[in-house]
Each structure stands twice: as C-alpha cells, then as structure tokens.
C-alpha cells in the first residue's frame, strides 16, 4: 500500500492481516503500527514482524492515512470514543462482527470514510474470504486500497452493506459447519475401520482438494459431483443416505439460522 497503517487491536486477527501484508510486500515493518494493551502482544508482534507497538492512549502516527480496528465489538464504543478526535481525515476500517456503519457514524460523525469488513477465520492461514461494504465518504480509491489490503489475506468481496448479514451467514459462520462437516467424515472414517491419524488426514485434504478443484475449475459444485457419482456406485449411495437425512436443507437452514442471529446482534 505504501502508506502507514494503523491496527489498533493486536490480536490474532491483526497479526494474520500484518503478517499477509509483509509476505505480499504491500507494507514494510516501518509502516505498520499496532496499539495494544496487552505487553506480551506488543512484544510478541514487535519480536515477529520488526513492527512498532505502543499501548492505547498513545497518539496516532501523523503519517497513518489508514486505522484498522480490530477490536471485539463490545468495546468497540470505547475505543471508538478515545480515538474520535484523531480519526478526521483518515480511512477508517472495521473487522468488529455485527457492527453496522450507522454506529461508527454515531461516535465520529458521518464525514469520516468507513469500510466494515467481514472477514472469516480462513484469514489466519492467509485463505480468507473478506466481504466489505462502505459508506458514502470512502473514495473509490481508498475501497481499491483496502481491498488490496485483504486481497494479502485471502480474497475480497464488494457488497452492500444490506447483505453483510447474508454474508455472516454464509462465510463468516461457514467455517463451523465446514469443520463440524470434517469432524463427521474422521468419525465415519473411524467407524470403518480407519485410525483416527488416517481419518482426519484423509478428512482435511478431500475437503481442501475438493474445495480447490471447484475454485480452479469454475465449474458448478453440481457438474463437478456428477464426475464422481458413477451409476450404482459407492458415492451415489452414500448420496441417497444425505438426501434422506435432509443434509442440503439442513445446511440451509444452518445458514438462515445464523443470518438471523446477526441481525439480532447487529439490532436490525
């Protein structure tokens, strides 16, 4: 990005997007400054990444154009009431879950630009799915760069902010059900026979490999399964048994269940 960056939150979420920003090269360690209050977080990041830390209260680097909050959305008002006077004139980037844009409005004014994102736990291993909405002061500049920025950790996502609940729903919970999902197969595994060394490594690399194949492929799940499915065959049998069991709907419903329980939160 080239511009000095702000995190203020130095958790695991903030160390997986600075450790994605240094591999990419879109920062350097002399442009990335962490607020954080806890010492042996800003000793862990200053020791790993060569970046500077400083506990809250400290003022903002000048030069910091960008100020990601990567806080839990509890104390979000808080930090967001401490820092309201040195948020003018810079871009302001949230990955608090539930949050709407009408909130951070409501502590720093509607002239301050700010990005909401929602990320997934993906992001730690540099595999995200980021999906971000924006308010009407965000150029289309500083949404380029942010999702540069994102794009470091994983792949990145322009909706409106309407469908961030959707989104919640779908990749910031899916990574549950996915696992759940895994889990299940290991235990099929382990029912036949398997070890459960064998099972969860024969598990996590069918889902990874499956997951992969679909992506590179641009093939729609339903062509690609068909590949798979042979005429009597083992695969279809077992799809007969999830089909009975409702396993489509079920995911389904897992989706809307969740969509509406971000809405709750969010207060919509």
Same mark, same amino acid.
């Given at each position: 990005?080239?511009?000095?960056?702000?995190?203020?939150?130095?958790?695991?979420?903030?160390?997986?997007?600075?450790?994605?920003?240094?591999? *990419?090269?879109?920062?350097?360690?002399?442009? &990335?400054?962490?607020?954080?209050?806890?010492?042996?977080?800003?000793?862990?990041?200053?020791?790993?990444?060569?970046?500077?830390?400083?506990?809250?209260?400290?003022?903002?680097?000048?030069?910091?154009?960008?100020?990601?909050?990567?806080?839990?959305?509890?104390?979000?008002?808080?930090?967001?009431?401490?820092?309201?006077?040195?948020?003018?004139?810079? !871009?302001?980037?949230?990955?608090? +879950?539930? !949050?709407?844009?009408?909130?951070? +409005?409501?502590?720093?004014? $509607?002239?301050?630009?700010? &990005?909401?994102?929602?990320?997934?736990?993906?992001?730690?291993?540099?595999?995200?799915?980021?999906?971000?909405?924006?308010?009407?002061?965000?150029?289309?500049?500083?949404?380029?760069?942010?999702?540069?920025?994102?794009? *470091?950790?994983?792949?990145?996502?322009?909706?409106?902010?309407?469908?961030?609940?959707?989104?919640?729903?779908?990749?910031?919970?899916?990574?549950?059900?996915?696992?759940?999902? &895994?889990?299940?197969?290991? $235990?099929?595994?382990?029912?036949?026979?398997?070890?459960?060394?064998?099972?969860?490594?024969?598990?996590?690399?069918?889902?990874?490999?499956?997951?992969?194949?679909?992506?590179?492929?641009?093939?729609?799940?339903?062509?690609?399964?068909?590949?798979?499915?042979?005429?009597?065959?083992?695969? &279809? *049998?077992?799809?007969?048994?999830?089909?009975?069991?409702?396993?489509?709907?079920?995911?389904?419903?897992?989706?809307?269940?969740?969509?509406?329980?971000?809405?709750? !939160?969010?207060?919509?």
């Amino acid at each position: 990005m080239g511009k000095s960056i702000v995190f203020v939150g130095g958790g695991q979420m903030a160390e997986a997007f600075i450790k994605g920003l240094l591999q *990419s090269q879109e920062a350097t360690p002399d442009t &990335i400054y962490v607020v954080e209050p806890d010492p042996l977080r800003r000793s862990h990041l200053e020791t790993l990444f060569h970046v500077t830390t400083a506990e809250p209260g400290a003022p903002l680097p000048a030069a910091a154009q960008t100020v990601i909050l990567a806080v839990k959305p509890q104390v979000m008002g808080g930090v967001l009431a401490d820092l309201k006077d040195q948020l003018t004139d810079r !871009l302001v980037i949230t990955v608090a +879950a539930g !949050l709407p844009l009408s909130f951070y +409005a409501s502590y720093v004014g $509607d002239q301050v630009p700010v &990005i909401r994102v929602m990320p997934n736990i993906a992001t730690l291993v540099l595999a995200g799915a980021s999906v971000l909405c924006r308010n009407q002061q965000v150029t289309d500049e500083q949404l380029a760069e942010a999702e540069k920025l994102f794009d *470091s950790v994983g792949t990145t996502t322009v909706v409106e902010e309407r469908l961030m609940d959707a989104v919640t729903g779908l990749s910031g919970s899916g990574p549950a059900f996915l696992l759940t999902f &895994i889990e299940g197969l290991m $235990d099929g595994g382990i029912k036949v026979g398997l070890d459960q060394r064998t099972a969860r490594q024969l598990a996590i690399q069918t889902v990874f490999g499956t997951a992969l194949l679909a992506q590179v492929s641009g093939e729609h799940p339903a062509e690609l399964r068909a590949r798979v499915t042979s005429p009597g065959g083992t695969a &279809i *049998s077992g799809l007969q048994t999830m089909e009975e069991a409702g396993f489509r709907g079920t995911v389904m419903v897992a989706v809307e269940a969740a969509v509406k329980r971000s809405k709750e !939160l969010g207060g919509s």
